[in-house]
């Protein structure tokens, strides 16, 4: 795995919509680790547990 993901990789990995951690992003639920110059959110493996997390709890 790459040390960094993009939001539309981290979503098709944990089966949601970007829509839905964008939504997460706003809430101030989950942030990304930072973003690229490039203005992709980037996301790292500690944002993969956190999201996994917050899916556990929402489900």
């Keep these: 795995m790459k040390k960094h993901i993009t939001i539309s990789q981290l979503a098709q990995l944990m089966n949601v919509s ?4 964008r ?4 809430k101030g639920i989950l942030y990304p680790l ?3 110059e ?3 959110r980037m996301y790292g493996l500690h944002e993969i547990y956190q999201l ?3 899916l556990m709890l929402v489900n």
């Design 52 to 54: 996994s997390h917050i």
């Design 34 to 36: 930072y973003t690229d």
């Design 23 to 26: 939504y997460f992003e706003e």
């Design 38 to 40: 490039n203005q992709y």
């Design 18 to 21: 970007v829509h839905q951690l």
